[in-house]
């Protein structure tokens, strides 16, 4: 399990604000990701980095924004411009196998709650 | 893009019994297929994963099977314990190699 974390477990955030949550890993992994998991769904793709300093939008990256300036580290961003923010944040990292994600390992999750 | 669909969503079972969980793909270039299991609140944990090259593939009481020309896979737990207990999803590789995820599975094991 270890080896990713997310901080905080819980925020709260009124409407309006943008909030910045963060992910690290410790096992040298190259490629980070960022979903989001609402109520009884699946897992959607926010953004994704295979390499430090580069990043690509997954399937829902409105209203988000990442930045990669360290292999440890993945900081999102839900800026106010996303219309539905409350969710369960989840960050994964893999070791970038020719771009291929194979064995991604999860994160705690950040519980998200905009008011 | 790819598409993976789940089913059952919901599947009950007696301890000790088997549980099977489907999902079928779109994309027919996929060629990684993992499964999580995910308990209430906590992170998704990977418990097995195959590869296109392998029909199936087994770790203890949980097994995987591919066939590739129907574009399905399935988890396969057997002597199912009340730990079992929890929401799974299936995954595969889609476009440009992002895993897509299908909507989960909750496996209650009744004792």
């Known amino acids: 399990d270890g080896g990713i974390t997310q901080s905080p477990k819980y925020l709260f955030r009124k409407e309006g604000q943008n909030v910045t949550l963060s992910c690290e890993q410790n096992l040298n992994h190259d490629a980070m990701y960022w979903y989001r998991q609402d109520p009884g769904q699946g897992l959607r793709l926010i953004y994704y980095?295979?390499?430090?300093?580069?990043?690509q939008k997954g399937d829902i990256a409105e209203g988000y924004s990442v930045s990669r300036e360290k292999k440890e580290s993945f900081p999102l961003t839900v800026t106010s411009a996303q219309k539905n923010p409350t969710a369960f944040y989840l960050c994964?990292?893999?070791?970038?196998?020719?771009?291929?994600?194979?064995?991604?390992?999860f994160g705690p999750g950040t519980r998200l709650t905009v008011t | 893009g790819e598409n993976v669909e789940q089913h059952p969503s919901t599947l009950s079972v007696q301890e000790g019994d088997s549980a099977v969980i489907k999902c079928t793909y779109s994309?027919?270039?996929?060629?990684?297929f993992p499964w999580y299991k995910q308990e209430l609140g906590k992170r998704p944990q990977l418990i097995i994963d195959?590869?296109?090259?392998?029909g199936e593939k087994k770790d203890q009481r949980i097994a995987v099977t591919l066939n590739k020309t129907a574009k399905h896979f399935s988890l396969h737990i057997t002597e199912t314990q009340p730990e079992d207990s929890a929401v799974y999803f299936c995954?595969?590789?889609?476009?440009?190699?992002?895993?897509?995820f299908g909507a989960g599975t909750i496996l209650r094991v009744k004792s």
């Open positions: 195959i590869r296109s090259n392998v």
């Open positions: 980095s295979q390499i430090v300093n580069d990043f």
């Open positions: 994964a990292s893999s070791i970038n196998n020719r771009g291929i994600p194979y064995e991604q390992y």
């Open positions: 994309d027919s270039a996929s060629n990684y």
């Open positions: 995954a595969a590789i889609g476009l440009r190699n992002k895993l897509v």
